[in-house]
């Protein structure tokens, strides 16, 4: 008896490091997201649909999600159109010096890969290096965020019956502050751009904004937002990449991209 107790008590060692060692399965809402720039690509993975998108070309790929093959430091999707691998190995996106929990590669068509950051966003220390999308202006809902809860982001139907690629609306609402002190804004018309101080999350951009002069049906987010930027603000950040832009001029509701 005691040499049988001795052997059955390692294999039940491991049997518990093992159930200790496999990772929980992810909840339903779960929401792997990856990014990269030079070019600007991003890259979500959820239980149904896996979207990657070229912000430089404007080019968008949404398929179901495939199952995952897993190897000893990460783990590979392979689609359609998209093959992806994400390797758990600490990667900065090149932007900023924030630190996130993976490396990152995904090959189009079987095409030269695109290679970023994924997991956890790390909590970042200023706006610094930070793009974030506009979901509503002094309280009203912006076309990107209408899109998102009628989950068509990443899908441009439009686009799609016309046999040619129109702008998304996720792309035409955008706010970002490069590390080199360059702002960049759409805010579904014409492209903002001016230089930008920050101490920390307290920003102030410089004025006038240049901007392109197209004529859009649809102007009041733009107008309404400018006001906004005209003055000096702040961001708070919220639970789940979400962040509340705030000054004199109005408040902006913001989700972060990277």
Request: aromatic share 6%; net charge positive; glycine share 10%.
């Amino acid at each position: 008896m005691p040499r049988t107790s001795t052997l059955i008590a390692p294999a039940l060692l491991l049997a518990a490091a093992a159930a200790l060692a496999r990772p929980a399965p992810p909840p339903s809402n779960y929401q792997y997201r990856a990014s990269g720039t030079e070019p600007f690509w991003t890259l979500t993975i959820d239980p149904a649909r896996l979207v990657f998108t070229d912000r430089g070309t404007g080019t968008s790929i949404s398929e179901a999600t495939p199952s995952s093959a897993i190897s000893s430091n990460g783990e590979s999707y392979r689609s359609g159109r998209l093959a992806i691998s994400v390797t758990h190995t600490d990667c900065s996106n090149g932007m900023s010096d924030e630190t996130y929990g993976d490396t990152v590669e995904v090959s189009v068509d079987g095409g030269k890969p695109y290679r970023g950051c994924g997991g956890v966003f790390a909590t970042p220390r200023s706006i610094v290096g930070t793009s974030w999308q506009v979901l509503a202006v002094n309280g009203r809902d912006t076309p990107a965020a209408r899109r998102q809860r009628a989950g068509m982001a990443g899908v441009d139907e439009d686009g799609r019956r016309r046999g040619k690629r129109q702008p998304r609306a996720e792309d035409l609402y955008t706010l970002s502050f490069d590390a080199k002190g360059r702002f960049t804004g759409l805010l579904g018309c014409n492209r903002l751009s001016s230089r930008y101080t920050a101490n920390g999350w307290n920003v102030s951009v410089a004025q006038p904004l240049a901007a392109t002069r197209k004529a859009c049906p649809d102007m009041s987010f733009e107008t309404s937002g400018s006001g906004i930027l005209a003055r000096p603000f702040a961001v708070q950040l919220l639970e789940n990449e979400r962040g509340t832009l705030t000054g004199a001029g109005g408040t902006m509701a913001l989700r972060r991209i990277y």
